[in-house]
């Protein structure tokens, strides 16, 4: 059986909102405030993560946001993420962009679970993570938690609600903590 594995960027007050500052919200661009020392110790840990994935899940948005910026690419962290096989959760996308991606109905995503080995990784997909949430088919949730309150934006739990102990907290670089918590099931 597979992990589901919910991996984000968020800033201190929960909000992944735009962080690259593209989508055009007013305090979008935080994940580019970051020092150069923090990015590269950022990449370490997202690059050691996706090595360890067997596979990722996305949701629609995501898949295209992120086959416009890996799919060309090379290098041991590109080429991996180009490799892995990519579920993409979507009632409307046939053909998905990106090599090795599959579409996929929500109504699958248990499934995929139980067929699964390894952890499947879910970047971004605000959306999507509600969803699973909802559905109670998080296993872990990855925090990587970037120095600035922006006090409003899309927080990346929305109104999910659960339990999760604490497995790990670390700091990376000089400014980010890396959090992993484990969800608790009653």
């Given at each position: 059986m597979g992990?589901?594995?919910v991996?984000?960027?968020?800033?201190?007050?929960?909000?992944?909102?735009?962080?690259?500052?593209?989508?055009?919200?007013?305090?979008?661009?935080?994940?580019?405030?970051?020092?150069?020392?923090?990015?590269?110790?950022?990449?370490?840990?997202?690059?050691?993560?996706?090595?360890?994935?067997?596979?990722?899940?996305?949701?629609?948005?995501?898949?295209d946001?992120?086959?416009?910026?890996?799919?060309?690419?090379?290098?041991?962290?590109?080429?991996?993420?180009?490799?892995?096989?990519?579920?993409v959760?979507?009632?409307?996308?046939?053909?998905?962009r990106?090599?090795?991606?599959?579409?996929?109905?929500?109504?699958?995503?248990?499934?995929?679970?139980?067929?699964?080995?390894?952890?499947?990784?879910?970047?971004?997909?605000?959306?999507?993570?509600?969803?699973?949430?909802?559905q109670?088919?998080?296993?872990?949730?990855?925090?990587?938690?970037?120095?600035?309150?922006l006090?409003?934006?899309?927080?990346?739990?929305?109104?999910?609600?659960?339990?999760?102990?604490?497995?790990?907290?670390?700091?990376?670089?000089?400014?980010?903590?890396?959090?992993?918590?484990?969800?608790?099931?009653?």
């Amino acid at each position: 059986m597979g992990k589901i594995i919910v991996s984000e960027n968020v800033t201190l007050d929960g909000v992944g909102q735009d962080p690259t500052g593209e989508e055009g919200f007013d305090r979008g661009g935080w994940f580019t405030r970051i020092s150069d020392a923090d990015r590269a110790a950022w990449a370490e840990v997202e690059q050691a993560e996706a090595m360890a994935a067997a596979a990722l899940l996305l949701g629609r948005h995501s898949h295209d946001w992120f086959a416009t910026r890996w799919a060309d690419r090379t290098g041991a962290w590109a080429d991996r993420l180009n490799a892995l096989p990519k579920y993409v959760v979507s009632t409307t996308l046939d053909e998905p962009r990106w090599a090795n991606s599959t579409a996929l109905p929500p109504t699958e995503v248990a499934k995929l679970k139980d067929t699964m080995d390894g952890d499947i990784v879910v970047y971004a997909s605000r959306q999507l993570v509600h969803t699973l949430f909802e559905q109670d088919l998080v296993d872990e949730v990855r925090l990587m938690v970037f120095p600035f309150v922006l006090g409003a934006g899309d927080r990346v739990f929305g109104e999910a609600a659960g339990s999760m102990r604490l497995v790990e907290a670390r700091r990376i670089g000089a400014d980010l903590t890396f959090l992993t918590y484990r969800t608790v099931r009653f």
